[in-house]
């Protein structure tokens, strides 16, 4: 079901340049571009594991709280 929503012409100028660079829709672009920072989002978490390693064993309690999202960033 189409959703009207309302962008900055900025905003819709770039996605327009995206849009015809993949010569796809503006739904796919969108849905590209929303993929694209998940995965850009899920790549930090990886620097959260720094420093749990401590003389060769796991810092039981920070992983722990990065298991439930108490020690993100």
Known sequence: MPKVITIRDEIYNRLAKV??????????????????????????GIYNLEGILIEGYINKRRLRRIEHGEDMY
């Open 19 to 44: 849009k015809r660079i993949r010569n796809e829709s503006f739904s796919q672009t969108i849905e590209y571009l929303l993929n694209v920072a998940e995965k850009t989002e899920k790549a930090k």
